[in-house]
């Protein structure tokens, strides 16, 4: 399973803002230490704070910082707000007809489980798991 590049990138600025604060940071400085399209960062970081995951700041010194403490932040809430769906397939055809083999088949039904293994792990998981380390990210990302 591939998480989209919006998950991954909610989660580099979660882990970004956890590093810095409790200073402000801002989108671009984000998008330069990660190489990532200043663009894309907009929107995530405005989801982000709309769903009450970081504190944002418009304006000449503005920026954000975390809304919550990084224990707090569970990694399977931040990928499920990336994602558009739990559902790895849809068993609907090129015409959004269901699949001819659907009332035999299984696969939806392990792929689903499947999908549900996936989240419960991340969901055992909090921001603070992902900068334990934060020396050794700070150096990398030369914070």
């Known amino acids: 399973m591939q998480i989209s590049a919006y998950s991954d990138y909610s989660l580099r600025v979660l882990m970004q803002a956890a ?6 940071i801002t ?5 330069q230490a990660y190489g990532i399209s200043r663009h894309h960062l907009v929107k995530i970081v405005h989801d982000l704070g709309r769903s009450g995951y970081l504190a944002t700041q418009r304006g000449i010194g503005g920026g954000f910082t975390l809304a919550r403490q990084p224990e707090e932040i569970r990694l399977g809430d931040i990928v499920r707000l990336g994602e558009e769906t739990e559902t790895v397939i849809e068993c609907m055809d090129k ?3 269901p699949c001819r083999i659907a009332p035999a088949c299984r696969l939806k039904g392990v792929l689903d489980e499947a999908a549900g293994a996936f989240f419960e792990v991340l969901d055992g998981y909090s921001l603070a798991d992902l900068v334990r380390q934060p020396a050794k990210l700070r150096a990398v990302l030369e914070i």
């Open 27 to 31: 989108v671009d400085e984000v998008a």
């Open 95 to 97: 015409n959004h007809r």
């Open 19 to 24: 590093l810095r604060g409790p200073a402000r």
